[in-house]
């Protein structure tokens, strides 16, 4: 992995930052959990922190909204110092996992608690409209007088939506806040807190670990491992061109192979893979290594009963056949390489008639694609 975030850093030049991390790391005693953090939020951007368990992506948003402070470093809001400035001071709002509202309020009490707090205290009627419009916009307006409890999970989200944004936040942070949801009730919610970004035009600033959510939803990813900023960038070009192994393997579904260089001409290698195969492979980021890995995404591979001459081809054996309705995953085994996956679109089935386990079979990789991977630090 790369020692700190410079490339994130760099990709921000010259852009409009509502948000910036400069050389910020936290300490929770003997441990390190953010590194020299380096990253420009931009204004009105959907920027999501995603990484496993344990990779500093709650740290970094925590210090963010200011409930913890950096051991070292400067975190800015609007360009102001926010190290030092506590949470209710700052101008963010937080949705967390189980959404903390307070179950003997109503809907409406709970999306205007903040409004109450402020001092001087506002009119119940300014309170009253704000709460109608926040509720509005959430598509809630006839849930005001209910209690939470009787409520959905995807009602719920939106009460606990409804109070971030009533305050007008220059950043709203949402940790984790579909954990909770099933599957269908989260591709729904992602649409929606996609809709209301937009609407609204607020910095959105999400925390998770489910990729499929960050590349959904996000103008930007920041990738992190190890406390680090890993890699940044679109959705696109983590998938199509990630840095190396770690993001590689953690964003979308990957092959990833070891093989030897024996020739580089225009920004691409010829690679010889374990099994014997040839290839030529574009190089993200040449660094002159002899040996290497190299990633191929399931749907740029395409199977065949015998070899056809223009592609390099695999040899190898069907393990297991998954049909998902709009395409179908194999797992092969090939000497050599181990198991790959390939991910045939429906209508490539129908015109080969498909492959079913303990065939042997050619997987077809054309010239061109793929991706010789930088080393991880």
Same mark, same amino acid.
């Given at each position: 992995?790369?020692?700190?975030?410079?490339?994130?850093?760099?990709?921000?030049?010259?852009?409009?930052?509502?948000?910036? #991390?400069?050389?910020?790391?936290?300490?929770?005693?003997?441990?390190?959990?953010?590194?020299?953090?380096?990253?420009?939020?931009?204004?009105?951007? #959907?920027?999501?922190?995603?990484?496993?368990?344990?990779?500093?992506?709650?740290?970094?948003?925590?210090?963010?909204?200011?409930?913890?402070?950096?051991?070292?470093?400067?975190?800015?809001?609007?360009?102001? %110092?926010?190290?030092? $400035?506590?949470?209710?001071?700052?101008?963010?709002?937080?949705?967390?996992?189980?959404?903390?509202?307070?179950?003997?309020?109503?809907?409406?009490?709970?999306? !205007?608690? +903040?409004?109450?707090?402020?001092?001087?205290?506002?009119?119940?009627? /300014?309170? +009253?409209?704000?709460?109608?419009?926040?509720?509005?916009?959430?598509?809630?307006? =006839? #849930?005001?007088?209910?209690?939470?409890?009787? @409520?959905?999970? !995807?009602?719920?989200?939106? $009460?606990?939506?409804?109070?971030?944004?009533?305050?007008?936040?220059?950043?709203?942070?949402?940790?984790?806040?579909?954990?909770?949801?099933?599957?269908?009730?989260?591709?729904?919610?992602?649409?929606?807190?996609?809709?209301?970004?937009?609407?609204?035009?607020?910095?959105?600033?999400?925390?998770?670990?489910?990729?499929?959510?960050? @590349?959904?939803?996000?103008?930007?990813?920041?990738?992190?491992?190890? *406390?680090?900023?890993?890699?940044?960038?679109?959705?696109?070009?983590?998938?199509?061109?990630?840095?190396?192994?770690?993001?590689? %393997?953690?964003?979308?579904?990957?092959?990833?192979?070891?093989?030897?260089?024996?020739?580089?001409?225009?920004?691409?290698?010829?690679? $010889?893979? +374990?099994?014997?195969? /040839?290839?030529?492979?574009? /190089?993200?980021?040449? =660094?002159?290594?002899?040996?290497? =890995?190299?990633?191929?995404?399931?749907?740029?591979?395409?199977?065949?009963?015998?070899?056809?001459?223009? =592609?390099?081809?695999?040899?190898?054996?069907?393990?297991?056949?998954? #049909?998902? !309705?709009?395409?179908?995953?194999?797992?092969?085994?090939?000497?050599?390489?181990?198991?790959?996956?390939?991910?045939?679109?429906?209508?490539? /089935?129908?015109?080969? *008639?498909?492959?079913?386990?303990? %065939?042997?079979?050619?997987?077809?990789?054309?010239?061109?694609?793929?991706?010789?991977?930088?080393?991880?630090?």
């Amino acid at each position: 992995m790369r020692s700190s975030s410079e490339e994130g850093a760099a990709q921000d030049t010259g852009s409009e930052h509502v948000a910036e #991390f400069i050389d910020v790391s936290k300490r929770f005693g003997d441990i390190l959990a953010a590194d020299r953090l380096n990253l420009g939020i931009r204004r009105g951007e #959907f920027l999501s922190f995603l990484g496993p368990s344990g990779c500093g992506k709650t740290t970094a948003l925590r210090m963010l909204a200011g409930f913890e402070p950096p051991s070292e470093g400067t975190v800015r809001i609007d360009a102001t %110092d926010m190290s030092a $400035v506590p949470s209710h001071r700052r101008p963010v709002n937080m949705v967390f996992q189980h959404y903390a509202l307070f179950p003997h309020m109503t809907v409406a009490q709970n999306v !205007g608690y +903040g409004l109450r707090q402020r001092r001087p205290r506002l009119p119940k009627s /300014e309170i +009253g409209a704000q709460v109608d419009k926040a509720l509005a916009t959430v598509r809630l307006s =006839d #849930f005001g007088t209910r209690r939470v409890w009787e @409520l959905s999970g !995807g009602q719920q989200q939106r $009460v606990a939506l409804a109070r971030a944004i009533i305050n007008e936040p220059t950043i709203l942070l949402l940790d984790e806040p579909m954990a909770a949801l099933d599957a269908k009730l989260r591709a729904e919610m992602q649409r929606e807190l996609l809709d209301l970004q937009r609407s609204l035009g607020i910095t959105f600033v999400l925390v998770t670990h489910d990729q499929e959510e960050a @590349l959904s939803m996000s103008d930007r990813i920041c990738i992190m491992g190890r *406390g680090r900023i890993v890699q940044v960038g679109t959705p696109q070009d983590l998938y199509d061109r990630p840095c190396n192994r770690y993001v590689a %393997d953690f964003v979308g579904k990957a092959n990833i192979l070891s093989g030897e260089v024996v020739a580089r001409e225009a920004g691409q290698a010829r690679v $010889v893979l +374990g099994c014997g195969a /040839e290839v030529l492979v574009p /190089e993200g980021n040449p =660094d002159g290594r002899r040996h290497v =890995d190299v990633v191929i995404r399931p749907e740029c591979l395409s199977l065949s009963a015998t070899h056809q001459d223009e =592609d390099a081809a695999i040899r190898a054996r069907v393990t297991h056949r998954t #049909f998902l !309705g709009d395409h179908t995953e194999y797992l092969l085994q090939a000497e050599g390489t181990g198991l790959l996956q390939v991910n045939l679109p429906r209508q490539a /089935e129908r015109t080969s *008639g498909g492959h079913g386990v303990g %065939d042997d079979v050619h997987i077809l990789w054309a010239a061109g694609t793929g991706l010789v991977l930088a080393a991880d630090d």
